[in-house]
């Protein structure tokens, strides 16, 4: 398995995280030692939890923010900053440390999902990209987990990729791998992060050929009888009742693209057990979310193929992240919390520490966020940061299997009202706990 | 100014794409002349036109549209395709035809976008790639350019780099610039694509000094007296006293990012001109769409930073293109057309010509799309459709500046009612001429 292209990520910011940098260098504050957080101000209107993705992917553009002579000679051409500035981008290597979430975690409003402490210009150049890879993939997980719940133990496979931005597609291949879809479309998420790719023909296909006869045999001859026929270009009934006649009972699958999906799974079912097909299971794509996925439940529906509700989020498309400035060393050496004064956007200045409280059954009850040490743990509190870099190492990289597990075991510790797909309130209420020193 | 990184575009591609072409080698098909269309069905609900962007960009992605040895073992360690599939993959050229709306033109339901002329098999595995990135930057565009109207003469700067994923953004500033926004706050779109950047400071520059007059004081000494201030960390009114005691009456620019914006900017405005800075603009931002952008027309506001909704498609991110077979060689030679009998995904055989058809007065009536012929021009109506690829080479690249005045003026030429922002029907009818040969 490849990884992605190394080229630098260090363009992938916003021009002011550099002016701003340039100031603070020549008020010598660019030095003072900062936190920064990254969380959410709350859910998107009417969900329930949310799931962080993208951990993985944000480590690996952390180690490759680097000005290289390229990236230099665009910011020196372009007039963006001065040379002292230029200079010290040259030798730009985060050495700092950032604690988060885990990948595939659910979190709640106001949860603490990157800490980043550094200097305040090493910390925060990185703002533009870490927002960005963390607002795109965990809205992309956020509404693949509504839709691996609303299928039960049936599987969905990712494929959107011709409705996204062609790199959004791989990422968001990777986070519905995450959030517990079994496969992907997406042939460069197979290359960059070993997630299954899966897939066997289009309407394309059946049209090119003289006949749908023609076509399935030609399908069936080169990629086998295990195959997956799509059914719907002429007529259903004649294209089931071909299929099962040229590759026999053991027919792999059928896809529906078309239709009223529900009604046609019935009909085509009953056909395929009357041909002797028992085992030739259904697939069905075309639009689906995860309501029409819930309302698909009590049909005979082998497998969902999700596209574009997926890769725009279902409705919503980025999760709203912020970092901002919580706390920054003072003139005397000691940390100082700060935060901006705005009724509309709210933050809270100080370092924190998160838990997620559980009850005596495992139940998840709360999520628990303060400032400076956590109370002693009663045994029901779980800790939720884990360090992702250590004095710019970054010592947080785990597997996407491992990711994936967690989020099946941290949604499973949630209260039954996380499977409601109807909008409503957060299902874990965050409990602030100690006041910031307001500076 | 360079190129984006000239890594291989081949695996951003689905699955299907390529055991379709694996099974057509086999049967002999696959080398069938093609005729593949990009089009949409319909607009997105309410819209009255839509932008197609992402041209350059494609024309980019077919030249890296190639499998080296990386990309082959993927496949072949993966078992995606067989030895005969890697074999004609390892030589893939394209080395069809290409013919499209040029970048910027506006479109309407059935714009035949992309006309790809090629054999089956070269023209099929392009399919996802062009859907990817017609889909997202078209989507941002169409959003784009009724922010830009709503702004009138006003200076709209894009600015949503963090609320989507980090290469998406690249391309949404890219496609933003085409749709008439005068700048981006993102780096990589100025070292890619020459969009000019522009950007000062955040609240976390205010909140890294010991006193807002420290961070105005450290602003202005380094970016200079032409700088924007951003005045509503703490209180706005005091902020701006303070910004134009430091700067003098020169003060470039002050921003607003909370609150009433429309209230706020009146209020500041005042402030500014009874403090002498008559020059001085004001700069509002915080989730505006081009609603708010438009309830801000009778304010004293000289521009506005777009973010969330701009990278978002404003309720719209993706544009529900399709890539569909329309023509394909028969046994004998002659073309015939295809199309497959779905209700509710309708698609129309044969190879397509495009026109707008103009009134005297050289307003836009209708868009004319046939098969077949185009009729004799009678002066009035406009040809949409311009060469892209010829035999494999590239031959539509033109610069973004040209596709920029390409959408000013193509707009200009629609009805009034292009300019309503509310819900509602397509401003130009779409008229089919000439009947599909029905396979």
Redesign the interface.
């Known amino acids: 398995m490849?990884r992605a292209?190394a080229?630098s990520?260090a363009?992938?910011?916003?021009?002011?995280?550099?002016?701003?940098l340039?100031?603070?260098?020549?008020?010598g504050?660019a030095h003072?030692r900062?936190v920064?957080e990254l969380f959410p101000r709350r859910l998107p209107e009417g969900r329930r939890y949310g799931v962080v993705a993208g951990v993985g992917r944000a480590l690996d553009?952390i180690e490759r923010f680097r000005f290289d002579d390229?990236?230099l000679a665009?910011?020196r051409d372009?007039e963006?900053v001065?040379q002292p500035t230029l200079d010290w981008l040259a030798d730009y290597r985060f050495s700092g440390d950032v604690w988060g979430y885990p990948e595939g975690e659910v979190y709640f409003p106001y949860s603490p999902l990157v800490i980043v402490e550094a200097s305040?210009a090493e910390a925060?150049v990185l703002?533009?990209?870490l927002?960005?890879?963390y607002?795109?993939?965990s809205a992309i997980a956020s509404a693949a987990s509504r839709m691996t719940m609303a299928a039960h133990d049936r599987p969905c496979i990712e494929?959107g990729?011709?409705?996204?931005?062609?790199?959004?597609?791989?990422?968001s291949a990777r986070a519905a791998y995450v959030a517990g879809f079994t496969a992907t479309?997406?042939?460069?998420a197979?290359?960059r992060y070993g997630v299954p790719?899966?897939?066997?023909?289009?309407?394309?296909?059946?049209?090119?050929?003289?006949s749908e006869e023609?076509a399935f045999?030609?399908?069936i001859?080169?990629?086998g009888t295990g195959t997956t026929l799509l059914v719907?270009?002429?007529?259903v009934t004649e294209a089931v009742r071909l299929g099962v006649e040229l590759a026999g009972p053991d027919l792999g699958a059928v896809r529906l693209?078309?239709?009223d999906l529900g009604d046609l799974a019935h009909q085509v079912r009953r056909q395929l057990d009357e041909l002797g097909a028992t085992k030739t299971r259904i697939v069905v794509t075309s639009d689906l979310d995860e309501f029409a996925i819930a309302a698909l439940g009590a049909a005979p529906v082998d497998g969902y193929g999700v596209g574009?509700e997926l890769?725009?989020g279902s409705g919503h498309?980025?999760c709203?992240f912020v970092?901002?400035?919580v706390a920054?060393e003072?003139?005397d050496g000691s940390m100082v919390s700060?935060?901006?004064?705005?009724?509309?956007?709210i933050s809270i200045g100080g370092r924190k520490y998160a838990l997620r409280r559980l009850n005596h059954r495992g139940v998840a009850e709360a999520e628990v966020v303060g400032i400076g040490e956590p109370p002693v743990n009663d045994g029901n509190d779980r800790p939720l940061l884990v360090p992702l870099v250590r004095g710019g190492e970054v010592v947080g990289r785990e597997s996407l299997e491992a990711a994936r597990a967690r989020h099946r075991s941290s949604r499973e510790e949630l209260p039954l009202t996380a499977r409601m797909l109807s909008k409503g309130e957060t299902v874990l209420e965050t409990i602030h706990i100690g006041e910031p020193e307001h500076?």
């Open positions: 490849t292209p080229a990520t363009l992938l910011t916003d021009h002011y995280e550099l002016t701003m340039q100031a603070a260098l020549a008020a504050t003072r900062s920064f553009a390229d990236v665009v910011l372009g963006v001065d305040f925060v703002e533009t990209l927002l960005s890879i607002n795109h993939d494929m990729a011709r409705r996204t931005h062609e790199e959004a597609a791989v990422a479309s997406n042939l460069a197979r290359q790719t899966a897939g066997t023909s289009a309407h394309s296909f059946t049209l090119l050929h003289d023609d045999r030609a399908q001859s080169s990629l719907d270009t002429y007529d693209d078309s239709g574009t890769v725009t498309p980025t709203g970092y901002k400035l920054r003072d003139d700060v935060a901006k004064k705005s009724k509309d956007k500076h």
